[in-house]
């Protein structure tokens, strides 16, 4: 099965988690994703190979990136009618909190859904929402090849 | 610091080595850094190209070892920002190279500038611009 077939499967089987599944780098991060209120949420289960500053402890800025990246990822392939995988152009993130050694939550919002291209907010937080640890904004290639 | 320190410091980042990071050059304010290609790292299982998310760990690290290699005494850091531009969907079964420089040290902030490539730094996969926060204090606290 092609990765789309696998995509359009988890959408209809309303499974979030089988679309993670799919991709060896999911795993390799450690990403798990669930529906809370309407709202996709995906989590980044705290492992030790995810530490950047082993002093502090804080978690590798490119592990935050990273699973911000992929939850505005899940959020376009979860919201759109049509599965088309989606392509970054640019992304911007902002490290706002030294990341603790501890699970790491990421939810994603569209501010603009084009023909073209999507423009996508997400935020990363800890133990509080209000204090995020890091956010980005994310712009996305989204045409069918 | 010694080049070795600097170096061993680098590699021993625990998620760098979890992504098989390599430092292959570094010079007063410049790194070179290698990702090998790893089968774990895809993020397109029909193409087999690399997640965009290990490209992007692989230019945080380069930038804040730039920052490193630029400064004369060592001192704890922290990224503040991180812009990232894809350019190109990474070969499959290719390490991708990553040369960053720390072109500007403030007492505050370092700026810093990185290309991701294959083969030639002509050919970019992706280009980088960060900036970080320099001598933060445990905890965090900017």
């Known amino acids: 099965m092609s990765i789309r077939d696998v995509l359009e499967a988890a959408k209809r089987a309303g499974d979030c988690r ?3 599944d799919a991709v060896p780098y999911t795993k390799f991060l450690g990403l798990d994703a669930e529906v809370a209120d309407g709202q996709l949420v995906t989590t980044m289960r705290y492992a030790p190979h995810l530490i950047g500053n082993p002093a502090l402890p804080a978690l590798h800025g490119g592990t935050l990136g990273a699973l911000l990246e992929s939850a505005a990822i899940f959020e ?3 919201r759109s009618e049509t599965i088309v995988l989606p392509k970054t152009i ?3 993130v902002d490290y706002l909190r030294s990341g603790a050694a501890r699970d790491t939550h990421a939810s994603a919002n569209i501010t603009r859904q084009g023909r073209r291209v999507a423009n996508v907010r997400v935020e990363a937080w800890q133990v509080d929402r209000a204090a995020p ?3 980005a904004n994310a712009i996305f290639l989204v045409m069918r090849d | 610091m010694s080049e070795n320190k600097r170096r061993s410091g680098i590699d021993l980042v625990p998620h760098n080595k979890a992504l098989g990071i390599e430092t292959v050059e570094l010079e007063r ?6 990702l090998p290609y790893d089968p774990k ?4 299982p029909d193409t087999g190209t690399l997640h965009g998310g290990a490209i992007t760990a692989l230019l945080d690290a380069s930038c804040g070892t730039a920052v490193f290699a630029a400064l004369t005494e060592w001192a704890p850091i922290a990224t503040l920002d991180l812009r990232i531009d894809y350019l190109r969907a990474a070969d499959p079964g ?10 500007k040290l403030t007492r505050n902030v ?6 991701a490539y294959h083969d030639s730094e002509d050919d970019p996969i992706a280009s980088a611009v960060g900036t970080f926060m320099l001598h933060t204090k445990p905890g965090g606290a900017k």
């Open chain 1, 133 to 135: 640890v890091a956010t």
């Open chain 2, 29 to 34: 304010g410049t790194a070179l850094l290698k």
């Open chain 2, 110 to 115: 370092a700026f810093t500038r990185a290309f």
């Open chain 2, 41 to 44: 790292l895809i993020g397109n």
């Open chain 2, 94 to 103: 290719k390490d991708v190279m990553c040369r960053a420089r720390c072109y």
């Open chain 1, 90 to 92: 640019t992304f911007t």
């Open chain 1, 76 to 78: 376009l392939l979860w």
């Open chain 1, 18 to 20: 089988a679309m993670l």
